[in-house]
Protein backbone atom coordinates (compact mmCIF):
# COMPACT_ATOMS: atom_id res chain seq x y z
CA UNK A 1 0.00 0.00 0.00
CA UNK A 2 2.88 2.16 -0.16
CA UNK A 3 2.47 5.55 -1.74
CA UNK A 4 -1.32 5.47 -1.78
CA UNK A 5 -0.90 8.19 1.03
CA UNK A 6 1.37 10.68 -1.83
CA UNK A 7 -1.64 11.12 -3.98
CA UNK A 8 -4.11 11.09 -1.27
CA UNK A 9 -2.39 12.55 0.85
CA UNK A 10 -1.63 15.65 -1.38
CA UNK A 11 -5.60 16.65 -0.65
CA UNK A 12 -4.95 15.81 3.08
CA UNK A 13 -2.15 18.07 3.77
CA UNK A 14 -3.60 21.11 2.45
CA UNK A 15 -4.44 22.34 5.97
CA UNK A 16 -1.28 24.00 7.50
CA UNK A 17 -2.27 21.98 10.80
CA UNK A 18 -1.90 18.32 11.42
CA UNK A 19 -5.37 16.43 11.12
CA UNK A 20 -6.75 15.80 15.04
CA UNK A 21 -10.26 15.05 16.08
CA UNK A 22 -13.09 14.85 13.02
CA UNK A 23 -10.32 16.16 10.73
CA UNK A 24 -8.03 12.86 11.05
CA UNK A 25 -11.43 10.77 10.73
CA UNK A 26 -11.76 12.38 7.63
CA UNK A 27 -8.34 12.08 5.74
CA UNK A 28 -8.55 8.28 7.34
CA UNK A 29 -11.22 7.74 5.72
CA UNK A 30 -10.27 9.16 2.48
CA UNK A 31 -7.04 6.54 2.72
CA UNK A 32 -9.27 3.91 3.46
CA UNK A 33 -11.56 4.57 0.25
CA UNK A 34 -8.49 4.70 -1.64
CA UNK A 35 -6.72 1.42 -0.13
CA UNK A 36 -10.75 -0.27 -0.45
CA UNK A 37 -9.75 0.33 -3.83
CA UNK A 38 -6.53 -1.23 -4.43
CA UNK A 39 -8.20 -4.25 -2.54
CA UNK A 40 -11.18 -4.61 -4.35
CA UNK A 41 -8.98 -5.22 -7.22
CA UNK A 42 -6.46 -7.43 -5.71
CA UNK A 43 -9.36 -9.98 -4.69
CA UNK A 44 -11.23 -9.71 -7.98
CA UNK A 45 -7.63 -10.01 -10.18
CA UNK A 46 -6.41 -12.88 -7.51
CA UNK A 47 -9.84 -15.46 -7.76
CA UNK A 48 -10.33 -14.43 -11.27
CA UNK A 49 -6.41 -15.84 -12.27
CA UNK A 50 -7.03 -18.68 -10.95
CA UNK A 51 -6.26 -18.96 -7.17
CA UNK A 52 -9.06 -19.68 -4.65
CA UNK A 53 -10.99 -17.32 -2.59
CA UNK A 54 -9.22 -18.13 0.40
CA UNK A 55 -5.49 -16.99 -0.60
CA UNK A 56 -6.38 -13.60 -0.81
CA UNK A 57 -8.78 -13.40 2.09
CA UNK A 58 -5.83 -15.44 4.14
CA UNK A 59 -2.92 -13.04 3.43
CA UNK A 60 -4.95 -10.06 3.56
CA UNK A 61 -5.73 -10.61 7.31
CA UNK A 62 -2.43 -12.60 8.20
CA UNK A 63 0.32 -10.47 5.69
CA UNK A 64 -1.50 -7.24 5.95
CA UNK A 65 0.89 -5.13 3.27
CA UNK A 66 -0.81 -4.34 -0.43
CA UNK A 67 2.06 -4.25 -1.62
CA UNK A 68 3.98 -7.22 -0.94
CA UNK A 69 0.31 -9.33 -1.83
CA UNK A 70 0.04 -7.43 -5.23
CA UNK A 71 4.10 -8.90 -5.45
CA UNK A 72 3.37 -12.29 -4.39
CA UNK A 73 0.40 -12.83 -6.07
CA UNK A 74 1.78 -11.46 -9.59
CA UNK A 75 4.41 -13.53 -9.08
CA UNK A 76 1.90 -16.75 -8.77
CA UNK A 77 -0.03 -15.69 -11.76
CA UNK A 78 2.58 -15.82 -13.97
CA UNK A 79 3.68 -19.17 -13.30
CA UNK A 80 5.76 -18.10 -10.19
CA UNK A 81 6.83 -20.62 -7.47
CA UNK A 82 5.79 -19.86 -4.42
CA UNK A 83 9.60 -19.66 -3.07
CA UNK A 84 9.83 -16.34 -5.58
CA UNK A 85 6.43 -15.22 -4.16
CA UNK A 86 7.49 -15.24 -0.82
CA UNK A 87 11.05 -13.70 -1.57
CA UNK A 88 9.51 -10.72 -3.15
CA UNK A 89 6.94 -9.83 -0.95
CA UNK A 90 9.17 -10.75 2.13
CA UNK A 91 12.11 -7.85 0.51
CA UNK A 92 9.37 -5.55 -0.03
CA UNK A 93 8.34 -5.86 3.60
CA UNK A 94 11.67 -4.84 5.12
CA UNK A 95 11.19 -1.43 4.88
CA UNK A 96 8.55 -2.18 7.78
CA UNK A 97 11.37 -2.74 9.94
CA UNK A 98 12.26 1.14 10.07
CA UNK A 99 9.24 1.77 10.35
CA UNK A 100 8.93 0.30 13.49
CA UNK A 101 11.73 2.01 15.18
CA UNK A 102 10.03 4.91 14.00
CA UNK A 103 6.74 3.93 15.97
CA UNK A 104 8.02 2.27 18.49
CA UNK A 105 6.55 4.56 21.24
CA UNK A 106 3.07 4.54 20.36
CA UNK A 107 2.60 0.86 19.23
CA UNK A 108 2.13 -0.31 22.76
CA UNK A 109 0.07 1.25 25.24
CA UNK A 110 1.07 4.10 27.02
CA UNK A 111 4.90 4.79 28.98
CA UNK A 112 3.66 4.48 32.83
CA UNK A 113 7.67 4.86 33.72
CA UNK A 114 7.45 4.77 37.00
CA UNK A 115 3.96 2.54 37.48
CA UNK A 116 5.53 0.32 35.06
CA UNK A 117 8.23 -0.62 37.00
CA UNK A 118 6.03 -1.05 40.37
CA UNK A 119 3.79 -3.59 38.09
CA UNK A 120 6.65 -5.09 37.39
CA UNK A 121 7.33 -6.17 40.59
CA UNK A 122 4.38 -7.89 41.54
CA UNK A 123 0.25 -7.39 41.23
CA UNK A 124 0.65 -6.28 38.12
CA UNK A 125 1.80 -9.37 35.93
CA UNK A 126 -2.04 -9.26 34.61
CA UNK A 127 -1.17 -5.86 33.12
CA UNK A 128 1.94 -6.50 31.46
CA UNK A 129 0.27 -9.20 29.97
CA UNK A 130 -2.06 -7.14 28.45
CA UNK A 131 0.37 -4.34 27.55
CA UNK A 132 2.51 -7.31 25.55
CA UNK A 133 -0.86 -8.18 23.97
CA UNK A 134 -1.67 -4.47 22.45
CA UNK A 135 1.82 -4.15 21.44
CA UNK A 136 1.19 -7.74 19.64
CA UNK A 137 -1.68 -6.26 18.20
CA UNK A 138 -0.38 -2.81 17.01
CA UNK A 139 3.25 -4.20 15.41
CA UNK A 140 0.05 -6.00 13.05
CA UNK A 141 -1.27 -2.30 11.74
CA UNK A 142 1.77 -0.87 11.33
CA UNK A 143 1.43 -0.15 7.65
CA UNK A 144 2.51 2.82 5.29
CA UNK A 145 -0.66 4.63 6.07
CA UNK A 146 -0.74 4.55 9.42
CA UNK A 147 3.12 5.37 10.20
CA UNK A 148 2.80 8.34 8.06
CA UNK A 149 -0.82 9.47 10.15
CA UNK A 150 1.78 9.21 13.44
CA UNK A 151 4.83 11.29 11.98
CA UNK A 152 2.63 13.79 10.98
CA UNK A 153 1.43 14.09 15.09
CA UNK A 154 4.00 15.70 17.13
CA UNK A 155 1.99 15.16 20.60
CA UNK A 156 2.16 12.01 21.77
CA UNK A 157 -1.22 11.08 22.85
CA UNK A 158 -2.51 12.44 19.56
CA UNK A 159 0.13 10.39 17.44
CA UNK A 160 -1.39 7.12 19.61
CA UNK A 161 -4.47 8.02 18.60
CA UNK A 162 -3.60 8.61 14.87
CA UNK A 163 -1.68 5.38 15.33
CA UNK A 164 -4.16 3.73 16.05
CA UNK A 165 -7.46 5.11 14.37
CA UNK A 166 -5.52 4.70 10.66
CA UNK A 167 -4.01 1.38 11.89
CA UNK A 168 -7.33 -0.21 12.98
CA UNK A 169 -9.90 1.31 10.36
CA UNK A 170 -7.43 0.43 7.68
CA UNK A 171 -7.08 -3.53 8.47
CA UNK A 172 -11.06 -3.52 8.92
CA UNK A 173 -11.59 -1.32 5.45
CA UNK A 174 -8.54 -3.55 3.26
CA UNK A 175 -10.07 -6.73 4.57
CA UNK A 176 -13.55 -5.97 3.52
CA UNK A 177 -12.45 -4.65 0.00
CA UNK A 178 -10.28 -7.87 -0.79
CA UNK A 179 -13.75 -9.98 0.24
CA UNK A 180 -15.69 -7.99 -1.85
CA UNK A 181 -13.65 -8.06 -4.50
CA UNK A 182 -13.28 -11.77 -4.08
CA UNK A 183 -16.92 -11.89 -4.52
CA UNK A 184 -16.68 -9.59 -7.76
CA UNK A 185 -13.97 -11.42 -9.40
CA UNK A 186 -15.91 -14.93 -8.87
CA UNK A 187 -18.93 -13.71 -10.50
CA UNK A 188 -17.22 -11.93 -13.28
CA UNK A 189 -15.16 -14.53 -15.35
CA UNK A 190 -13.31 -12.38 -18.02
CA UNK A 191 -12.14 -9.64 -15.77
CA UNK A 192 -9.41 -8.86 -18.67
CA UNK A 193 -12.29 -7.30 -20.24
CA UNK A 194 -12.65 -4.86 -17.64
CA UNK A 195 -8.79 -4.32 -18.05
CA UNK A 196 -8.57 -5.73 -14.48
CA UNK A 197 -5.21 -7.23 -15.78
CA UNK A 198 -3.58 -3.45 -15.96
CA UNK A 199 -4.48 -2.53 -12.89
CA UNK A 200 -1.71 -4.52 -10.82
CA UNK A 201 1.42 -2.87 -12.64
CA UNK A 202 -0.17 0.60 -12.21
CA UNK A 203 -0.60 0.15 -8.54
CA UNK A 204 3.48 -1.34 -8.42
CA UNK A 205 4.53 2.09 -10.45
CA UNK A 206 1.97 4.21 -8.13
CA UNK A 207 3.34 2.49 -5.15
CA UNK A 208 7.28 2.99 -6.20
CA UNK A 209 6.90 6.34 -7.58
CA UNK A 210 7.79 8.33 -4.05
CA UNK A 211 10.84 6.10 -3.71
CA UNK A 212 12.11 7.27 -7.24
CA UNK A 213 12.84 11.03 -6.73
CA UNK A 214 17.04 10.42 -6.79
CA UNK A 215 18.41 9.68 -9.92
CA UNK A 216 20.54 7.03 -8.79
CA UNK A 217 17.39 5.15 -7.38
CA UNK A 218 15.83 6.21 -10.98
CA UNK A 219 19.17 4.45 -12.27
CA UNK A 220 18.84 1.06 -10.33
CA UNK A 221 15.13 0.58 -10.78
CA UNK A 222 15.60 1.17 -14.53
CA UNK A 223 18.40 -1.07 -14.95
CA UNK A 224 16.48 -3.94 -12.92
CA UNK A 225 13.25 -3.58 -15.32
CA UNK A 226 15.11 -4.16 -18.09
CA UNK A 227 17.05 -7.13 -16.65
CA UNK A 228 13.10 -8.19 -15.51
CA UNK A 229 11.97 -8.12 -18.94
CA UNK A 230 15.04 -9.32 -20.54
CA UNK A 231 15.10 -12.84 -18.62
CA UNK A 232 11.24 -13.09 -18.82
CA UNK A 233 10.90 -15.51 -21.88
CA UNK A 234 14.16 -17.66 -20.77
CA UNK A 235 13.79 -17.83 -16.88
CA UNK A 236 11.32 -19.62 -14.77
CA UNK A 237 8.41 -17.07 -13.56
CA UNK A 238 9.26 -15.10 -10.42
CA UNK A 239 12.79 -15.42 -10.87
CA UNK A 240 13.61 -12.89 -13.31
CA UNK A 241 11.97 -10.04 -10.93
CA UNK A 242 14.11 -11.13 -7.71
CA UNK A 243 17.16 -10.86 -10.85
CA UNK A 244 15.96 -7.19 -11.31
CA UNK A 245 17.94 -6.55 -7.49
CA UNK A 246 20.91 -6.66 -9.71
CA UNK A 247 19.92 -3.50 -11.10
CA UNK A 248 20.90 -2.02 -7.65
CA UNK A 249 24.50 -2.09 -8.43
CA UNK A 250 24.56 -0.34 -10.71
CA UNK A 251 22.88 2.99 -9.43
CA UNK A 252 23.90 2.30 -5.36
CA UNK A 253 27.39 1.64 -5.05
CA UNK A 254 29.86 3.94 -7.13
CA UNK A 255 27.52 7.32 -6.50
CA UNK A 256 27.59 6.35 -2.89
CA UNK A 257 30.86 6.38 -2.50
CA UNK A 258 31.76 9.58 -4.70
CA UNK A 259 29.80 11.12 -2.59
CA UNK A 260 30.84 10.17 0.94
CA UNK A 261 34.52 10.55 0.44
CA UNK A 262 34.19 14.05 -2.07
CA UNK A 263 31.04 15.18 -1.75
CA UNK A 264 30.67 18.39 0.03
CA UNK A 265 29.35 18.32 3.09
CA UNK A 266 25.71 19.77 1.83
CA UNK A 267 22.57 17.53 3.69
CA UNK A 268 20.99 17.42 0.57
CA UNK A 269 24.23 15.50 -1.26
CA UNK A 270 24.54 13.40 2.02
CA UNK A 271 23.16 9.71 0.84
CA UNK A 272 23.45 8.40 4.70
CA UNK A 273 20.86 11.40 5.30
CA UNK A 274 18.27 9.95 3.11
CA UNK A 275 16.68 7.65 5.73
CA UNK A 276 13.21 5.71 5.12
CA UNK A 277 12.29 7.79 8.27
CA UNK A 278 14.08 11.27 6.41
CA UNK A 279 10.85 10.67 3.85
CA UNK A 280 8.09 12.97 4.07
CA UNK A 281 5.08 10.34 4.60
CA UNK A 282 2.41 12.74 3.62
CA UNK A 283 3.91 13.85 0.14
CA UNK A 284 6.10 11.25 -0.64
CA UNK A 285 8.88 13.99 -0.57
CA UNK A 286 12.07 13.42 0.83
CA UNK B 1 -0.25 -20.52 -3.83
CA UNK B 2 0.12 -23.03 -0.80
CA UNK B 3 -1.44 -22.21 2.52
CA UNK B 4 2.37 -22.64 4.10
CA UNK B 5 3.75 -20.07 1.64
CA UNK B 6 1.72 -17.53 2.99
CA UNK B 7 1.88 -18.47 6.65
CA UNK B 8 5.40 -17.91 6.11
CA UNK B 9 5.26 -14.59 4.15
CA UNK B 10 3.18 -13.12 7.21
CA UNK B 11 5.59 -14.74 9.66
CA UNK B 12 8.19 -12.58 8.37
CA UNK B 13 6.23 -9.65 7.63
CA UNK B 14 5.13 -9.84 11.16
CA UNK B 15 9.00 -10.32 12.52
CA UNK B 16 9.76 -7.41 10.83
CA UNK B 17 7.35 -5.02 12.10
CA UNK B 18 7.67 -6.34 15.80
CA UNK B 19 11.42 -6.00 15.68
CA UNK B 20 11.37 -2.13 14.79
CA UNK B 21 9.25 -1.65 17.98
CA UNK B 22 11.55 -3.76 20.15
CA UNK B 23 14.17 -2.96 18.91
CA UNK B 24 14.05 0.67 19.07
CA UNK B 25 16.17 1.54 22.14
CA UNK B 26 18.72 -0.91 21.68
CA UNK B 27 20.54 -0.64 17.91
CA UNK B 28 20.38 2.06 15.19
CA UNK B 29 19.77 0.87 11.64
CA UNK B 30 22.94 2.37 9.68
CA UNK B 31 21.75 4.93 7.25
CA UNK B 32 23.07 3.15 4.40
CA UNK B 33 21.09 0.09 5.21
CA UNK B 34 17.73 2.20 5.41
CA UNK B 35 18.80 3.34 1.96
CA UNK B 36 19.26 -0.08 0.49
CA UNK B 37 16.09 -1.08 1.79
CA UNK B 38 14.71 1.77 0.58
CA UNK B 39 15.83 0.86 -3.17
CA UNK B 40 15.80 -2.47 -3.25
CA UNK B 41 12.23 -2.16 -2.52
CA UNK B 42 11.35 0.39 -5.41
CA UNK B 43 13.55 -1.81 -7.59
CA UNK B 44 11.04 -4.93 -7.25
CA UNK B 45 8.08 -3.08 -7.62
CA UNK B 46 9.59 -1.37 -10.82
CA UNK B 47 10.70 -4.80 -12.03
CA UNK B 48 7.48 -6.28 -11.32
CA UNK B 49 5.30 -3.70 -13.08
CA UNK B 50 7.65 -3.71 -16.05
CA UNK B 51 7.10 -7.55 -16.36
CA UNK B 52 3.48 -7.92 -15.35
CA UNK B 53 2.79 -4.83 -17.51
CA UNK B 54 4.40 -5.83 -20.57
CA UNK B 55 4.80 -9.51 -20.46
CA UNK B 56 1.93 -12.37 -20.14
CA UNK B 57 3.43 -15.89 -18.75
CA UNK B 58 7.43 -16.05 -21.28
CA UNK B 59 5.05 -13.72 -23.78
CA UNK B 60 4.70 -10.27 -24.79
CA UNK B 61 1.07 -9.30 -23.17
CA UNK B 62 -0.02 -7.27 -26.40
CA UNK B 63 -0.48 -3.33 -26.42
CA UNK B 64 -3.58 -2.73 -24.61
CA UNK B 65 -1.99 -3.49 -21.24
CA UNK B 66 1.03 -1.84 -21.24
CA UNK B 67 -1.14 1.41 -22.75
CA UNK B 68 -3.35 1.13 -19.65
CA UNK B 69 -0.23 1.39 -17.43
CA UNK B 70 1.65 3.63 -19.26
CA UNK B 71 -1.67 6.26 -19.19
CA UNK B 72 -1.80 5.03 -15.17
CA UNK B 73 2.01 5.91 -14.80
CA UNK B 74 2.12 9.50 -16.44
CA UNK B 75 -1.52 10.03 -14.15
CA UNK B 76 0.36 9.09 -11.16
CA UNK B 77 3.53 11.04 -11.36
CA UNK B 78 1.08 14.31 -11.87
CA UNK B 79 0.29 13.39 -8.60
CA UNK B 80 -3.75 12.69 -9.73
CA UNK B 81 -5.70 10.93 -6.93
CA UNK B 82 -4.72 7.51 -6.77
CA UNK B 83 -8.25 5.75 -7.66
CA UNK B 84 -8.02 8.12 -10.63
CA UNK B 85 -5.04 6.29 -11.61
CA UNK B 86 -6.38 2.52 -11.06
CA UNK B 87 -9.31 3.28 -12.98
CA UNK B 88 -7.43 4.69 -15.97
CA UNK B 89 -5.14 1.73 -15.77
CA UNK B 90 -8.46 -0.46 -16.34
CA UNK B 91 -10.48 1.49 -18.34
CA UNK B 92 -7.76 2.58 -21.18
CA UNK B 93 -7.28 -1.15 -21.33
CA UNK B 94 -10.66 -1.98 -21.40
CA UNK B 95 -11.67 0.54 -24.38
CA UNK B 96 -8.58 -0.71 -26.36
CA UNK B 97 -9.61 -4.38 -26.18
CA UNK B 98 -13.56 -3.39 -26.70
CA UNK B 99 -11.82 -1.48 -29.83
CA UNK B 100 -10.16 -4.63 -30.92
CA UNK B 101 -6.44 -3.99 -29.96
CA UNK B 102 -5.08 -6.95 -28.46
Redesign the interface.
Known amino acids: M?G?W???G??LSRGPTPSRGPTLVRDVALVC??DG??GL?FGATAVAGG?PWW?PV??SV????G??QI??????L??GS??A??A??????????????????V??PAEQSDRARIDASGAGAGRTVRRWLI??L???V?TDESVAFALRQTDPARRRAAFWTCGLSLFAAWNVAVALGVLAGSVVRNT??????????????????P??AEL??RV???T??????AL???LP?GL??LA??A??AT??RPR?RTTERTGPPRADRR???????S?DPVTGER | ??????????A???A?????????DRIA?P??A??????????????????????N???F?GW??PA??LV??LL??R?????V???????????L??AGVA
Open positions: RLRTTSALALVSLVAMLVFAGSAAVGVVAGPFAVAGAVLNTRLFPYGLAVADVGRLGAQINAFGLDATFPAVLIALALALRTSAGGAVIAVTPVAPVALGLGWRTGNRTASI | MPLLAIVILAITYLRLAGTLFRLPAAVLFADAAAVLLIALAATSGLMGHDAARGVAGAARVPFPVVLAAACVTALRL
